[in-house]
Structures are given as C-alpha cells and as structure tokens.
C-alpha cells in the first residue's frame, strides 16, 4: 500500500527554522517526484517545492527561493522539506505527495497519493 506521513511540524517564532519529514511506504521513491504543498485557511492549496524522482532536481515556488531547501533519502525512503528564515505568511498545513511519474508538475491534480499534513505556526 502507498503511504505518505508527514511530520516535523510545529510552533516556531518569526526567522526560526523548522525540518519536515514525508516518511513514504509501498512504493520505490526513486520512481516519483514529491512534492510538498501547503493551505492556509481561507486559501488556496499552494505548490511550495518539488523534487524529481529521476535525476533529483529541485524546484520551488517563488516565495520560498532561498528560505527552503528539499531533498530526499532514498535509504530510508523519507523526503524532507528545510524550512529557514520562517514569516508569519508560512504559516499552513503542509502536505507531501506523490506525483505519477517520476517528474516535478506544478498541479496538485498530478498527485495521486497524499499524506494527512502536518501543521506549521510561525508566531511570536
């Protein structure tokens, strides 16, 4: 069985750090892209960071360029998502995902596999 759990989440002041992890299950990570993607209430589901299940290349969304870093374990089968210099406006849900195939899209309808989302609060 496919499974996604992400974890890491937390309450975390303004310019703090926190590191997600998306433990994934039932299936060969190489093969697909992840993807991480995160809601606020109120909002929209937004695209925040990619990584190609092929070569390994790495994308994000432009609000997140230079803050957040993506990378992946294959050993243990887990991506993670380096979150720095964190605002207020990061505040979210966040959700790892498995694209159906092995390279990055920006649509959270090329994902067919989610996890349940872990919650991110950036707060003083």
């Known amino acids: 069985q496919v499974q996604l759990v992400e974890s890491g989440g937390g309450l975390v002041q303004p310019g703090g750090s926190l590191r997600l992890s998306c433990a994934a299950s039932?299936?060969?990570?190489?093969?697909?892209?992840i993807g991480w993607f995160r809601q606020a209430p109120g909002k929209e589901r937004e695209g925040v960071s990619c990584?190609?299940?092929?070569?390994?290349?790495?994308f994000y969304t432009d609000s997140v360029v230079g803050r957040f870093t993506i990378s992946r374990d294959n050993a243990k089968n887990t991506v993670y998502l380096q979150m720095n210099s964190l605002k207020p406006e990061d505040t979210a849900v966040y959700y790892c995902?498995?694209?159906?195939?092995?390279?990055?899209?920006?649509?959270?309808?090329?994902?067919?596999?989610w996890g349940q989302g872990t919650q991110v609060t950036v707060s003083s």
């Open positions: 995902a498995r694209e159906t195939k092995a390279m990055c899209a920006e649509r959270p309808s090329d994902y067919d596999y």
């Open positions: 039932g299936f060969t990570l190489d093969n697909y892209a």
């Open positions: 990584i190609n299940g092929r070569d390994g290349e790495t």
